[in-house]
């Protein structure tokens, strides 16, 4: 029942997801034939709606029967290897926290969104917190990069990623006082392969298969990058069609410049993880398309048959002490 575009592009993508994957999708919403033709699609009942504008710890405490909370719910109890939804984001990350509980030793889960690398074969940067956490103390910024390291050998096979703290400068000495007090935790060593500060200019460079930051922080840049990219596709457009000798040029230069659009593409994506809480959640845009959740069940389909939570579990676990007795 969530996005702007449900419940019809939801049940389109499901629909996808089973015939070209074969995963088994377990759609949740009311039992009131107003979603039309399932067409043998798995219905968990729920009668009510966490609206989009809703307040989303208060809506998800008093709406225990919304779509959002049996979803959390099925994953808990077993019925459901993972959850995606495209609606209410706060309310989202709330059934998750709220039913399926945070892992054992984690402070504060965290959105991690996947950054296209144009040129690096579809593999992109993963930005954590992209707006869970506005206010984050330093040890928590430490536990992002070593849940999101896990997040990318889970997903990605890369067996050693590069985590990067972002900054307003390469050096270890700039920074606001939590960037600096991190820098200093992740340099001192925190099981993950820390290669020192980013800048803003480098989140789409591919330097580094992980950049941390507070929620306030990657909320901001991910918004700021969202919209540069749809000026940027705007201006092309637009000087493509602007002439006869430019629409020629266009023609030769579509077919070359197709591919790169698709890596940047949010639709391919499948959208942010949830990371942090006892099961696999993700986040999908507001705006999300049929083809946008198919990507989304994708995702979560392979995340939940690549163990990621118990790897976020191990990667978060206290290392036990070396010291005598």
């Keep these: 029942m969530g996005g702007d575009k449900a419940p019809g592009e939801i049940l389109a993508g499901a629909r996808r997801a089973r015939e070209e994957l074969g995963i088994d999708v377990l759609l949740v919403g009311p039992n009131d034939g107003s979603l039309g033709d399932l067409d043998g699609l798995e219905l968990l009942p729920a009668s009510e709606v966490i609206a989009m504008g809703e307040d989303p710890a208060r809506s998800v405490r008093a709406k225990k029967d919304s779509s959002l909370v049996r979803c959390a719910e099925a994953v808990r109890d077993g019925r459901a290897s993972a959850m995606v939804s495209a609606g209410n984001t706060g309310a989202t990350m709330a059934s998750a926290l709220l039913r399926m509980g945070r892992l054992p030793g984690v402070a504060r889960p965290a959105i991690a969104t996947p950054l296209p690398v144009p040129g690096r074969g579809g593999t992109p940067t993963i930005l954590i917190d992209a707006g869970a956490n506005a206010e984050c103390q330093s040890e928590w910024l430490v536990q992002f990069g070593q849940m999101a390291a896990a997040y990318v050998t889970a997903r990605y096979g890369i067996a050693d990623p590069a985590v990067a703290l972002l900054s307003n400068g390469e050096e270890a000495t700039k920074g606001s006082p939590l960037v600096k007090a991190t820098h200093e935790r992740f340099a001192a060593g925190a099981g993950v392969r820390f290669v020192g500060n980013v800048e803003g200019r480098d989140l789409l460079a591919g330097q580094a298969d992980v950049v941390v ?97 118990g790897q976020v579990r191990a990667a978060v676990a206290p290392q036990p002490s070396s010291l005598p007795g």
């Design 213 to 309: 930051t507070d929620g306030f922080t990657g909320n901001v840049a991910l918004k700021a990058l969202e919209g540069s990219l749809h000026a940027f596709m705007s201006i092309l457009g637009a000087a493509i069609s602007s002439s006869p000798e430019a629409k020629a040029a266009g023609d030769v230069l579509l077919p070359v410049l197709l591919p790169y659009a698709a890596e940047v593409d949010p639709e391919e994506t499948g959208g942010a993880l949830l990371l942090g809480v006892d099961g696999v959640c993700v986040i999908s845009h507001g705006s999300s398309s049929a083809r946008a959740i198919f990507n989304a069940l994708r995702v979560a389909h392979e995340l939940a048959e690549a163990d990621l939570v």
